[in-house]
C-alpha cells in the first residue's frame, strides 16, 4: 500500500515538473509579452458619478411609528450617494408610510420626489402582506437615480440642440 502512494506521488511530481517545463517555454515564445500584452489589456472603466452626488435633498416622510425609521434609511442611503442633506434643497422627498405600529415592516407607502418643484417620481407601494422599510428605501434611491439620469440626459441633448441651432 505504501509502495503505491509513493509511486503515485512521484508520477504527480513528474507531471507537475513537466507542465510546469512546458508552461515556461510557451510563456518564452509568447507574441503578446511586454507593451503587446499591455496594449490588449482593457484600461480600467471609472464608473460614472451618482446622478445624486452633491445634490442638496430634503426627506420628510410622515409615519404611524414612533420613530422615523423610513426617513433614516432614506437618509443613510442618500449620504451613500453623496447626497448633500443640508441648505436649500433641490430635491425634495415627501409622502406617508404606513406601519401599523410595526417598525420592521410597512403596509403601505405613497412617496413623491420633487426635483427644483417638478414632479420626477412617484412611488406608491401596497405589499399585500408588508415589505421590509429598507427595500422600499432602495426601490426609491434606484428610481431617484434613473428619473435624475434621464433628466440629464434630456438637458445635455437639449443644449446640444440648442448650440447646433446657432443664437
Sequence with gaps: MIFFALALALLALIVSLSLAKRVSALEQTNPLQGPALQALVPEPVLDAPSPLEGLRVSVSIRQDYSLPLVENL???LLQKEDANLTGPPELVI???VTCNGYAEVYYTAELT???RGDPICNLIERPPHGDRPLNLAIELVTRLKTE???DAERRDRRQAISELQGP
Design 94 to 96: 415627501e409622502g406617508d
Design 113 to 115: 420626489c420633487l426635483f
Design 148 to 150: 435624475l439620469a434621464k
Design 74 to 76: 432614506l437618509k443613510e
